[in-house]
């Protein structure tokens, strides 16, 4: 029983003393030789510096923040702008409605206009007379006026005022809106004109009194052969109709025209042409 006290007094006299703040404060007191005075003095110093950077860094974060808040949205901004033009579709050609040809034709070849000028319109149409077609075809030849994204069809009206052909008035007030331009295949490319009639007393009258100006209209689009004051029209019949033709002096066949019914006219500057509008009219 002695033995086991000896034992714990040894033991317990080996247990270091217990670390207080105070007994910390004493030791660096005494191993900096600084009295308590100096060393509260230099806790509230320390404590100052803390608070002026805790305040420096809270005067620092909104202008931070703001910043960021700036930068995020600008980003975000940016992202919608590119994932709107990603996805946004893209524009669609506006096609133009182009009405149906007044005879059957075989095939349909459209001109296409930037400029809508007269020059431009005369190179299309011997560009597109120069085109192979097969024999003893006609060809629908729609004129069509391009705008960006936007393709108009040219109706009458626009097809006279690019031309720059001038019908008497009566001739013009007599006609509808609709024609038909195209081309009829033999061993030329001969252009033809179609145009619908309203008023055929007032029409008849417009083409006698535009026979003196006709050739030189239409040879500003088309190729047509040189004729001099003496030229005239004269009366003719075929295929059952009656027509107006204009020769050269050599004979040659300058224009023809006719009045299908009293509701259409066809002009052309082929014979072959004009039977073959005649049988198409006949059987449309």
Partial sequence: MEDEEAAFKKSDSSISPLRTYKS?????????????????AAEIKRGGQQAEEFASARKAN????LLIVAAVGVAGYLGYLFFTAANKPLPVKQHAQIPAPLIFSEKQD???LKDATRSELEGAIRREIQKPFALDNIVYVPIIKEEDLKETYVDLP?????????????????LEGSYMFGLFSRNERYPILILKIKLYENAFAGMIGWENKIADDLGKIWPVKKVTASDKFKDQTAENHDLRQLNDADGNLVLVYSFLNRDTLAITTSEEAMNEIFKRFTFR
């Fill in 110 to 112: 459209e001109i296409f």
């Fill in 158 to 174: 626009g097809f006279l005022a690019t031309a720059q052909i001038n019908p008497p008035t009566d001739l013009v007030s007599a």
């Fill in 62 to 65: 909104p202008l931070l923040m």
């Fill in 24 to 40: 910390d404060f004493s030791a660096f007191a005494k191993e900096k030789n600084i009295g308590k005075v100096e060393m509260v």
